[in-house]
């Protein structure tokens, strides 16, 4: 907690495969840290569209960057101990900034300039959902240095995080992110807790559980549910918002999705295939596809691992694989260069056939699985 209280500007991170319940959390971790008088940015690596969960705070919401911006201030240095400035102008021309200053008396050479990195904007990184610091995407590809050169407190619940924070909020025996930062809050400032920010860390304990219906669900799960509910999360507005408020075209894209079930009952395995043709005949676009993994695991009991191909407007193949456990997306994935967590893997095949494609990933998996 004290590593919280000394930041002045922290950062949320979103990483790849954040899902709903990484985007919820972070809105509930922000509400926080906003009670603390603290400006929060959330900036998230996850390409998925969470316009369903606008409801939790549609403002906050909004302001969740795909990328870092203004991260750190540059300063150009000028010494003016012997000559003093007068004015001070500039305007850029032909791309280029120019800066003009008249001094008072004297003038000044190259040795007296200097130019230098000023601090960075944040002061604090927070994680949230990340197995390693890789998974944070192009948000730590693009700024390494930001991440090795900043304080990081690390939120997360899976086996195989490799606690690379400076603070590591990390519990293998919850079920989600909402209910680690329940039990983050909880024990560290109770009073903090609003109807807000329940609702919000229960929203994701819903959607990461598949409303509790998963097997990892705990007694402890349930208590922290009840808790949380008794704080005042809205229950019934979340289950609206998640899985009854979906639209006629998003409904349609599932609807071809589900009709084409393939599955492999003895491996645990199923999958589906969306060309570009059925986003068309939807009327709708790869926003919509936010919920068809799960929906295709609650559609078959014995499924372990689901698999969903689909074509984007391109016609590049994108594979969305999603592992419970004992079983590891990343390394069933490893040699397609997968993108994500443990839980959950994006593969790309720029110029690649969707037939091909799926031919390709269920023979691996096939394989994979019979060798376990």
Same mark, same amino acid.
């Given at each position: 907690?004290?590593?919280?209280?000394?930041?002045k500007?922290?950062?949320?991170?979103?990483?790849?495969?954040?899902?709903?319940?990484g985007?919820?959390?972070?809105?509930?971790i922000?509400?926080?840290?906003r009670?603390?008088?603290k400006?929060?940015?959330?900036?998230?690596?996850?390409?998925?569209?969470?316009?369903?969960?606008?409801?939790?705070?549609?403002?906050?919401?909004?302001?969740?960057?795909?990328?870092?911006?203004?991260?750190?201030?540059?300063?150009?240095?000028?010494?003016?101990?012997?000559? &003093?400035?007068?004015?001070?102008?500039?305007?850029?021309?032909?791309?280029k900034?120019?800066?003009?200053?008249?001094?008072?008396?004297?003038?000044?050479?190259?040795?007296?300039?200097? #130019? &230098?990195?000023?601090?960075y904007?944040?002061?604090?990184?927070?994680?949230?959902?990340?197995?390693r610091?890789?998974d944070?995407?192009?948000v730590?590809?693009d700024?390494?240095?930001?991440?090795?050169?900043?304080?990081?407190?690390?939120?997360?619940? &899976?086996?195989?995080?490799?606690?690379?924070?400076?603070?590591?909020?990390?519990?293998?025996?919850?079920?989600?992110l909402?209910?680690?930062?329940h039990d983050?809050?909880?024990?560290?400032?109770?009073?903090? #807790?609003?109807?807000?920010?329940?609702?919000?860390?229960?929203?994701?304990?819903?959607?990461?559980?598949?409303?509790?219906?998963?097997?990892?669900?705990?007694?402890?799960?349930?208590?922290?549910?009840?808790?949380?509910?008794?704080?005042?999360?809205?229950r019934?507005?979340?289950?609206?918002?998640?899985?009854?408020?979906?639209?006629?075209?998003?409904?349609?894209?599932?609807?071809?999705?589900?009709?084409?079930?393939?599955?492999?009952?003895?491996?645990?395995?199923?999958?589906?295939?969306?060309?570009?043709?059925?986003?068309?005949?939807?009327?709708?676009?790869?926003?919509?596809?936010?919920?068809?993994?799960?929906?295709?695991?609650?559609?078959?009991?014995?499924?372990?691992?689901?698999?969903?191909?689909?074509?984007?407007?391109?016609?590049?193949?994108?594979?969305?694989?999603?592992?419970?456990?004992?079983?590891?997306?990343?390394?069933?994935?490893?040699? #397609?260069?997968?993108?994500?967590?443990?839980?959950?893997?994006?593969?790309?095949?720029?110029?690649?056939?969707?037939?091909?494609?799926?031919?390709?990933i269920?023979?691996?998996?096939?394989?994979?699985?019979?060798?376990?």
């Amino acid at each position: 907690m004290k590593t919280i209280e000394r930041a002045k500007a922290p950062l949320i991170v979103i990483p790849n495969g954040g899902g709903a319940d990484g985007f919820a959390s972070a809105l509930g971790i922000a509400r926080f840290l906003r009670k603390l008088e603290k400006p929060v940015h959330i900036v998230t690596a996850d390409k998925e569209s969470m316009n369903h969960l606008h409801f939790l705070d549609e403002e906050a919401a909004k302001r969740i960057e795909p990328e870092l911006k203004n991260i750190r201030s540059y300063v150009i240095q000028l010494d003016v101990s012997k000559t &003093a400035p007068d004015e001070l102008s500039y305007d850029i021309l032909d791309g280029k900034l120019h800066i003009f200053l008249q001094p008072r008396s004297g003038g000044w050479s190259k040795d007296d300039l200097n #130019f &230098a990195h000023g601090t960075y904007r944040h002061d604090l990184i927070i994680c949230m959902g990340a197995k390693r610091l890789e998974d944070c995407g192009r948000v730590f590809e693009d700024h390494p240095d930001f991440f090795y050169r900043t304080p990081i407190v690390n939120i997360d619940h &899976a086996p195989g995080n490799e606690h690379f924070g400076h603070v590591n909020v990390v519990d293998m025996t919850s079920t989600s992110l909402g209910e680690v930062c329940h039990d983050f809050v909880a024990g560290c400032a109770p009073e903090l #807790f609003d109807e807000e920010m329940a609702t919000q860390f229960l929203t994701g304990m819903i959607a990461k559980t598949r409303s509790f219906r998963s097997q990892n669900v705990t007694p402890k799960t349930l208590q922290v549910a009840s808790a949380l509910m008794g704080k005042g999360a809205k229950r019934d507005k979340i289950v609206d918002h998640l899985y009854r408020t979906r639209s006629i075209e998003t409904l349609r894209l599932w609807g071809r999705a589900l009709a084409r079930l393939k599955s492999d009952p003895e491996r645990g395995l199923v999958w589906t295939v969306l060309s570009q043709q059925d986003f068309l005949h939807a009327g709708t676009s790869e926003e919509a596809l936010s919920g068809i993994v799960e929906e295709l695991i609650s559609s078959s009991p014995v499924a372990k691992i689901a698999v969903l191909f689909f074509e984007d407007a391109d016609r590049n193949t994108t594979a969305l694989v999603h592992t419970t456990r004992p079983h590891d997306a990343i390394v069933l994935c490893m040699p #397609f260069k997968p993108a994500g967590t443990h839980e959950e893997v994006r593969l790309l095949f720029p110029n690649k056939r969707i037939v091909d494609v799926e031919t390709n990933i269920i023979g691996h998996l096939k394989q994979a699985l019979t060798r376990t």
